[in-house]
């Protein structure tokens, strides 16, 4: 048996301790001989200036060069609170950065970048970002991830993300549902207590659950000319409106755009969830006119919509332009107004509006400007625009806009952030961005947040469309729910 003196045990734990740090940090390189620059650091996402809510997952990021090989990174909270991260990219500890963001709520994070490449270590101009006084008050999101395909999707699913971290999990998928195409997840004011989806395919059908239960309503049905599409619920819970559609695409040869998707007839109606009945009046479905896009007022007492002449396609598609209109509606008989009033003339504007959302404090109403249609996804001319419900003026919102297509946006039940979806990334995909909201001006927008941000969307396949926020998670039982769908198990 040995033995050791006292001090020879010290010398040991000595160089035990010396030798751990050695193994782990053998292969991590930091800051050394430092050379200066007065630019800001190009990382991807681009997070400089951006605003941010309480309860957000880690902004990580990378350099846009791929020859740095590590970058260190120290936030320092001006009010308090100070993270590091130090590796190929910024990886930050998410208990770190959630405490850090809580402790400077309403003040402003300073970011020092130092990235080594080719064995020189450059610190860059120190960025802002600034913690918003307004909390999101939402769990997370929900969207559906789709190939940008025009015709075989393949894979496809509706998803929800937890917000204050990178966990992503399905709702449903096509995987398990006989390929079928799944689409527009909706919730109430942001309450999956109350939602609806659309399952196409065989058996296809409009799922709506309320009270705790679903039911199936057959996607193609002749007393309204064809699929229930573009939901949006009333807040009262009761009612959800919807547009029937009779969708067709066709293809470009010679311009900066790829497909026109267009619909050959369309019109707008209230379905009654309580009676299973639709709430059809000929004042908003009027023969030779195509109604598009339904949304209702947060109080409940317009119904927003747009509306163009019918074209002839392919010839006349690009004078088919949207106009915004709202009609009264009364909850409590279930009856439409007996006038439209037009809040955007199309002839005008010479544009087309398309998906009017109102924020839930009613004073606002986002809607995406393009030239001409209403399927703005695959418009580049694509922006987002803002009516003042109270002056009636409406202006672009410079502050998110990008040369890229800007659709697909949503509000906070709280009205102080919205998303979108914009493919300003690289011009092919669509990729979802937040941005908060304050006395009509809208903040620099981010990136959805993921772990490795630069691995993720570099390697990623697919787009998302139509996000919504979501109070809460959603809870389905998706075999059950594809066994139903296999079955056709429709409402009576």
Known sequence: MLYFTKNAMKKLQTIGLLLTIFILTGCTSYPHDVKKSNQLPSIYPDYTQVTVPVGIAPLNFSMTDNQVTTVDVTIKGTKTGEIHANGDYADFDIDDWHKLLKDNQGGTLEVTVCAEKDGQWTQYRTFNIYVSKYSLDEWGITYRRIPPSYRIY???????????????????????????????????????????????????????????????????????GGSMVYPYWHPGGRYCAFSTNSTAQMFHLANNKRIEVYDTKSDVFVYDTQTNTTLKDTLIMKENWAENCPAFSPDGKWLYFTTAKQQTYPQDYEKQRYSLCRVAFDAATGKLGQQVDTLIHADSIGKSVTWPRPSYDGKYLMYTLIDYGYFSVWHPEADLWLLDLQTGETRPIDEVNSPHSESFHNWTANSHWFLFTSRRDDGLYTHIYLSSFENGKATKPFMLPQRNPKEYYQQSLYSFNTPDFTSLPVVMDAKAMAKRLEKGLYEK
């Not at 971290?165 to 398990?176: A, G, L, R, S």
């Not at 997840?185 to 207590?193: E, G, I, M, S, V």
């Not at 659950?209 to 996607?219: C, I, N, Q």
Request: glycine share 8%; aromatic share 6%; net charge positive.
């Open 154 to 224: 393949s894979k496809m699913g509706i998803y929800q993300r937890d917000l204050s971290n990178f966990e992503e999990t399905p709702i449903m998928v096509n995987t398990i549902s006989q390929g079928m195409c799944l689409n527009c997840h909706t919730a109430n004011r942001t309450n999956p207590k109350q939602y609806v989806f659309h399952a196409r395919g065989p058996h296809g059908a409009t799922v709506i659950h309320r009270d705790g239960k679903e039911k199936l309503l057959k996607a193609r049905n002749d007393s309204i």
